[in-house]
Structure formats: structure tokens, C-alpha cells
């Protein structure tokens, strides 16, 4: 990454940090979360099984990644 990018993301966390304003990477935890809530899945691998599941397959799935898929 450019240095120059990474400076200037530090200058920005440093000055939201010193202001009380979240972190970008607190806003992107919160956002994740907050879609989280709204669609009742934390992952998109959790909301890929549900979906494949109600549509009369038979999913296995290990770490997000589906090895077997079966109607």
C-alpha cells in the first residue's frame, strides 16, 4: 500500500480517536453489525446456507465454504 495512503489513514484515526468520533474501523464493525440485525445473519455464508436450505437442498458447509450440495 502507498505510503502516503497509510499516513494519511493514520491522520485520520488519530484525529477522529482524539475527537470521539468511531474509527473507521469501528464504523465498519458497526455497520457489519447493524446489517447483521437487520437481515438475522451474521455471515453471508449463514444467509447462503438458510436460503439453499429453504429452497430444498441439502447443504454441508465448513468455514463459510459449501463441499456439498444436494437436492
Not at 493514520?10 to 465498519?28: K, Q, T
Amino acid at each position: 500500500m502507498d505510503p502516503t495512503i497509510v499516513k494519511a489513514l493514520a491522520l485520520i484515526e488519530d484525529h477522529h480517536v482524539a475527537h470521539g468520533i468511531p474509527s473507521v474501523l469501528e464504523m465498519r464493525d458497526i455497520r457489519v453489525k447493524m446489517e447483521a440485525e437487520a437481515s438475522r445473519y451474521a455471515t453471508a455464508a449463514e444467509l447462503a446456507h438458510d436460503t439453499l436450505t429453504t429452497m430444498g437442498y441439502r447443504v454441508e458447509m465448513v468455514d463459510g465454504v459449501i463441499y456439498r450440495l444436494e437436492r
